[in-house]
């Protein structure tokens, strides 16, 4: 693909080989010697790197100015994001990074992807975007529980599956909020989730698994909005369940979705 680059706003489309790229390079020009050397090596630049250089993203070996503090805490995360979004139409995969200052990588859906800078306290505003928080109709009090399978059947790729855990949602929600259900039946919802991951200060990690995180999830249709909940204590284990809701509720969530100074183990000067 052709990458496109507003250095006004900041923002960059490219694809994944050119993201990487992009990241490769603002690594490499945190240390101007290693940079240089690199310009010295290849002679001058060749696939990826090349459509950088040609949309202005890359300048004398180096990303943009208005690039460089979101790469930064791309390399040097305090915490990551990960926000699914899914519907009958497909599945977005957005992801974003948090430091002093956070960067997202925008799932565009045709296989490109924008990639901007963002202000640390504005992450939950661009995850309602992202999701496409609006106003929406309070439904009447009830709650369905779901399964994980279930769950995972509504953000897979696979269209068939995602259709099937559909149905299978519609036939739990029918008894509740027939318009919700008939709405999900007939392929008019969107299911995302957004989780913040970060590791604890107490202990060492050595994948994923050992990773703090917090997770906002939410059913959305055109008849009400319904939230995921766990069990009281936080976990999955005991079963997830679909709750009414409200966009202010869903925001004040995301609101808090990152982690605190102390949950970083860092003060706040620090």
């Known amino acids: 693909m052709t990458v496109q680059f507003d250095a006004a706003v ?12 992009l990241v490769d390079l603002g690594a490499k020009a945190s240390d101007d010697t290693r940079s240089a050397t690199h310009r010295a090596d290849t002679g001058g630049p060749e696939g990826p790197v090349a459509e950088l250089v040609a949309a202005g993203v890359v300048v004398d070996g180096r990303p943009h100015d208005v ?26 995969v957005h992801q974003g990074w948090m430091s002093l200052l956070s960067a997202v990588l925008a799932d565009v859906g045709d296989g490109s992807y924008d990639f901007a800078g963002v202000a640390t306290e504005f992450v939950p505003t661009t995850i309602a975007r992202l999701v496409r928080l ?22 897979d790729p696979d269209d068939e599956r995602r259709a099937r855990a559909a149905d299978e949602l519609a036939a739990a929600l029918d008894p509740h909020w027939r318009e919700v259900a008939e709405l999900v039946r007939s392929g008019a919802w969107c299911f995302w989730s957004a989780d913040v991951l970060w590791a604890p200060p107490d202990r060492p990690v050595t994948s994923d698994a050992d990773l703090v995180s917090r997770r906002v999830s939410a059913l959305d249709t055109t008849a009400g909005l319904l939230a995921l909940e766990a069990d ?12 009414p809701t409200t966009p202010s509720d869903v925001w004040f969530l995301l609101s808090g979705i990152l982690p605190s100074d102390s949950e970083l183990g860092a003060d706040a000067e620090s």
């Open 10 to 21: 900041g923002r960059v489309r490219l694809d994944p080989d050119t993201f990487e790229a």
């Open 67 to 92: 690039l460089v503090p979101g790469l930064a805490a791309v390399t040097r995360p305090l915490a990551r994001l990960e926000t699914v979004v899914a519907s009958r139409q497909g599945v977005l």
């Open 134 to 155: 609006r106003p929406r109709p309070r439904l009447e009090p009830g709650s369905v529980v779901v399964t994980p399978d279930l769950l995972d059947g509504l953000i």
């Open 232 to 243: 009281r204590d936080g976990s999955t284990a005991g079963g997830l369940a679909l709750v």
